[in-house]
Structure formats: structure tokens, C-alpha cells
């Protein structure tokens, strides 16, 4: 069984910094593809990016790509998403998640943590 723990998130003023860590377990993660999602309060989840195991083909959404940087340490079997020049719009509970490659859906979930921007 997959498990997932996120953990980095807190209190940031607008153009701060802050980075998400995400470790895995339960499963042998090479053929896995990690995401990170995000929900602000009144609105559905939403896709930020998403990453290779072994680290190739980040890919991001249009809202965070050139501030945010997903990456994989598969020594320590964790996901980082590393996010600068914060905005109060990337307030939001931001989720790991992963997939088998032969998968479409996400379908392990971490149990979510607060990423607030100050203004």
C-alpha cells in the first residue's frame, strides 16, 4: 500500500519561497509517476505538476510553470516541489500523489498540507 506524507508547508508573505516534501513508501516507486495537486477553499483540486520517478519529464501547469520546480530524490524515495515568487492565489491545501505509468488516474493521495501567501 502506497503512503504518502507531505510535509513543508506554513506561512509565506507574497515573493517568499517555500519547498513541499513528499515521502513515499509502501512500494518499489521506479515505474510510478509522482504529482502534486492543489485545492483552495471554494474550489475544486487542481493539477500543479508532476514528475517521473526517475526524475525526467517535469511538467507543469500554466499557473505555477517558471516559479515552482517539482523534482525526485529517489535515494530518499521522496518529491520535492520546491515554490518561489509565491502569490496569495497559490493559498491552497496542496496534495502528493501517485500512479503506476500504465495508470491514467492518480490514485494514491498524502492527507494534504496548508500553503498560506500573505498579501
Known amino acids: 500500500q502506497v503512503q504518502l506524507v507531505e510535509s513543508g508547508g506554513g506561512l509565506v508573505q507574497t515573493g517568499g519561497s517555500l519547498r513541499l516534501s513528499c515521502a513515499a513508501s509502501g512500494r518499489t516507486f521506479s515505474s510510478y509517476v509522482m504529482g502534486w495537486f492543489r485545492q483552495a477553499p471554494g474550489k475544486e483540486r487542481e493539477f500543479v505538476a508532476a514528475i517521473n520517478w526517475s526524475g525526467s519529464s517535469p511538467r507543469y501547469s500554466d499557473s505555477v510553470k517558471g516559479r515552482f520546480t517539482i523534482s525526485s530524490e529517489n535515494a530518499k524515495d521522496t518529491v520535492y516541489l520546491q515554490m518561489n515568487s509565491l502569490i496569495p492565489e497559490d493559498t491552497a491545501v496542496y496534495y502528493c500523489?501517485?500512479?503506476?505509468?500504465?495508470?491514467?488516474?492518480?490514485?494514491?493521495w498524502g492527507q494534504g498540507i496548508q500553503v498560506t501567501v500573505s498579501s
Open positions: 500523489a501517485a500512479r503506476h505509468r500504465e495508470n491514467n488516474a492518480f490514485d494514491s
